[in-house]
């Protein structure tokens, strides 16, 4: 820039500046510009522009609520109790315990026994219709004598069954004679609980000569 125009930039901001504070004392007598003790403090508030609406999100099925898990409580443990007694309670003897009443085991019928029953006495004893033998004549002559022993068997009605020489006379005579005589007794059977039984006993017969 060259020197002759420098008088002419200061003259215009000289200008200028004459114009401006012209214009300050203008506004300041009219009362337009307010003095400091005047002024008011003026506080802005800043208001944010709303948010954009957001895309309504489309229609879904609410979701099952899921079970909750049901807590289980902890096992109670029982516990059984002893009530406290102090020292000057009473406490009841415990009843006496009654003992097992003692099952006797049924008795066993005694074993029936088998076979005819024996009689210790001679059979004569148990049989009131009895004869004696009759003594064979030839054995008269010749005078046969002797004892025969006879074992006899009884059946339930009381009749000889059987009949055998148990000791022999040593005569055949004789012993028939005893044997036939035998046979024709009626006697009185023993008993077994209640009911007649066989029975079995021994008869001796004495033939003996009267007169010799």
């Not at 944010?48 to 999100?57: G, M, T, W």
């Not at 019928?109 to 004696?132: D, H, K, N």
Request: proline fraction near 15%; hydrophobic fraction near 45%; charge should be positive.
């Amino acid at each position: 820039m060259s020197d002759r125009h420098l008088p002419e930039r200061f003259l215009s901001l000289l200008v200028v500046l004459a114009l401006h504070a012209a214009a300050l004392y203008g506004l300041w007598s009219l009362r337009l510009l307010p003095t400091t003790l005047a002024a008011a403090t003026l506080f802005v508030d800043f208001i944010a522009p709303p948010a954009p609406r957001k895309a309504a999100e489309p229609w879904r099925p609410a979701a099952a609520p899921r079970p909750r898990a049901v807590e289980q409580p902890p096992p109670r443990q029982l516990v059984a109790e002893t009530p406290a007694i102090a020292a000057t309670d009473y406490v009841a003897p415990p009843p006496p315990v009654n003992p097992a009443p003692v099952v006797e085991a049924p008795s066993m019928p005694a074993p029936v026994p088998v076979g005819p029953v024996s009689i210790s006495s001679e059979l004569a004893v148990a049989c009131p219709q009895r004869t004696a033998p009759a003594y064979p004549s030839l054995s008269r002559r010749l005078g046969e004598t002797g004892k025969v022993v006879l074992r006899v068997e009884l059946d339930e009605q009381g009749l000889v069954a059987t009949a055998r020489v148990e000791t022999a006379s040593g005569y055949e005579r004789l012993d028939q004679a005893a044997l036939a005589a035998v046979k024709t007794w009626r006697c009185n059977p023993p008993r077994r609980n209640g009911q007649p039984v066989r029975a079995v006993a021994r008869q001796p017969f004495h033939f003996v000569l009267q007169g010799n």
